[in-house]
């Protein structure tokens, strides 16, 4: 959007918040000058926007009396695509001060209609994210499922593994998939769906009390890095916690401070070779703990990189 356009809009809501503003104040706040002010205000009306000129030592200009924005015109989808997409970008600014986005999720907060307001609200209230740059969820499966957390109902969804009736304890956002926390009544357990297994979803009469202590972005974290693996791996690293977390993704394991010093990588593994060439580029001294079939395959891609070396060392004129 170009700068004028941004400061029309700008213009819009200073004077829907403040009344009656005199044209020197809307150019500081604009950082533009008078002149541009008018130009501004022209195109407010070309908008069929009916802005009022009021003349005199405490003059300038307002909004005609009664006039207010109709609503966002949104349907369910395209407002929690927007609303999941200025939440995401939120994660990312982490800044002391009302930022940008925040301002915008406020107006969208107004101008929604009074029904969508409360659900897109109440989505992103019972919504956690680990990352930015989500997919869009089902809109209504998402609206169902956070309305269920929020007032602590049971839901019965129909997931791929069969209709499962589930105690939602939240909503996670992880590497761009939506997931669902809560007890499963079926398995009598804490349980991690993915939505878009889920087709359907409806609200039970059954509430429930969340149980304290239950983090449902950590449980998802938790369960996909060791939880969905055939190989739990331990590994020692020569280094400290916060180094190791700066330079790992978070889903590369669970780190431990180690008596001895250094910090121990508990993870998952599928495929060990991989784990292996993962080590190896790794910027500290590490010792490989569990399990031994691990080691082997270190020791395999150690031999394929000192046959290159050898390779390349002869192949030098």
């Known amino acids: 959007m170009s700068r004028p356009a941004t400061r029309v809009l700008a213009l819009l809501e200073l004077l829907q918040d403040r009344g009656l503003v005199s044209a020197g104040e809307l150019a500081g706040r604009l950082g533009v000058d008078p002149r541009a002010v008018r130009r501004y205000v022209t195109a407010l009306r070309e908008l069929e926007i009916p802005v009022e000129s009021v003349r005199g030592r405490y003059g300038g200009y307002r909004l005609a009396r009664g006039y207010r924005l109709p609503p966002l015109m949104l349907g369910d989808d395209e407002a929690v695509?927007?609303?999941?997409?200025?939440?995401?970008?939120?994660?990312?600014?982490?800044?002391?001060?009302?930022?940008?986005?925040?301002?915008?999720?406020?107006?969208?907060?107004?101008?929604?209609?009074?029904?969508?307001?409360?659900?897109?609200?109440?989505?992103l209230a019972t919504t956690g994210a680990t990352a930015a740059g989500a997919l869009t969820p089902d809109p209504d499966l998402a609206l169902i499922l956070a309305a269920a957390v929020h007032g602590h109902r049971t839901v019965r969804i129909e997931h791929a593994r069969g209709v499962r009736d589930v105690d939602p304890y939240g909503l996670v956002v992880h590497s761009r998939r939506w997931y669902l926390v809560g007890h499963d009544h079926l398995r009598g357990d804490l349980r991690?769906?993915?939505?878009?297994?889920?087709?359907?979803?409806?609200?039970?009469?059954?509430?429930?009390?969340?149980?304290?202590?239950?983090d449902p972005v950590e449980h998802v974290l938790r369960t996909l890095t060791l939880g969905a693996w055939t190989h739990?791996?331990?590994?020692?690293?020569?280094?400290?916690?916060?180094?190791?977390?700066?330079?790992?993704?978070?889903?590369?394991?669970?780190?431990?401070?180690?008596?001895?010093?250094?910090?121990?990588?508990?993870?998952?593994?599928?495929?060990?070779?991989?784990?292996?060439?993962?080590?190896?580029?790794?910027?500290?001294?590490?010792?490989?703990?569990?399990?031994?079939?691990?080691?082997?395959?270190?020791?395999?891609?150690?031999?394929?990189?000192?046959?290159?070396?050898?390779?390349?060392?002869?192949?030098?004129?």
């Open 192 to 214: 991690v769906f993915r939505l878009d297994r889920i087709a359907d979803a409806a609200e039970l009469p059954r509430r429930f009390s969340p149980p304290s202590g239950v």
């Open 232 to 317: 739990r791996t331990e590994v020692w690293l020569d280094t400290d916690p916060d180094t190791a977390r700066a330079r790992l993704p978070v889903t590369f394991g669970e780190l431990h401070l180690c008596p001895e010093g250094g910090v121990l990588l508990v993870s998952g593994a599928e495929d060990l070779p991989a784990m292996a060439r993962l080590l190896t580029g790794l910027p500290w001294r590490f010792t490989i703990r569990s399990p031994p079939a691990l080691v082997a395959a270190l020791a395999e891609h150690t031999t394929a990189l000192t046959e290159a070396l050898v390779r390349s060392r002869e192949a030098r004129p």
């Open 81 to 123: 695509a927007v609303a999941i997409a200025l939440a995401a970008a939120g994660e990312r600014e982490k800044t002391g001060e009302p930022s940008a986005t925040d301002r915008a999720l406020l107006k969208l907060n107004r101008l929604l209609p009074g029904a969508l307001r409360e659900r897109v609200m109440m989505l």
